[in-house]
Nanobody
Framework: QVQLVESGGGLVQPGGSLTLSCEASGFPLNGYRMGWFRQAPGKEREGVSCISGYDTSTYYADSVKGRFTISRDNAKNTLWLQMINLKPEDTAVYYC??????????????????WGQGTQVTVSS
């Protein structure tokens, strides 16, 4: 059974940091395109950062470039999203997702067939 479980969300002040984790089970992370997406109230789900399953290529939304870092450890079957200098507009539910294709970036969100339950990130003073 494919399962993705996110953790690490919480309440943080502007300028603070959080690291999200996504533990995968039921399938090998190796070879899967992995992504972090977020959805704020009243807004569409958007791709924050994605990492290829076949090389080290990564994608970041313009709004998070220089502040967020995606990484993966295939041996531990875990994906991370390190977030620094958080802003109130980063407030959202963050989801990790998996796609077995060779696509790159966060294109074609419908290709991500497996999703976690989400973890809330709130940036507020």
């Amino acid at each position: 059974q494919v399962q993705l479980v996110e953790s690490g969300g919480g309440l943080v002040q502007p300028g603070g940091s959080l690291t999200l984790s996504c533990e995968a089970s039921g399938f090998p992370l190796n070879g899967y395109r992995m992504g972090w997406f977020r959805q704020a109230p009243g807004k569409e789900r958007e791709g924050v950062s994605c990492i290829s399953g076949y090389d080290t290529s990564t994608y970041y939304a313009d709004s998070v470039k220089g502040r967020f870092t995606i990484s993966r450890d295939n041996a531990k079957n875990t994906l991370w999203l390190q977030m620094i200098n958080l802003k109130p507009e980063d407030t959202a539910v963050y989801y990790c997702a998996a796609d077995p294709s060779v696509r790159s970036g966060c294109d074609d969100i419908s290709a991500f067939g497996s999703w976690g339950q989400g973890t809330q990130v709130t940036v507020s003073s």
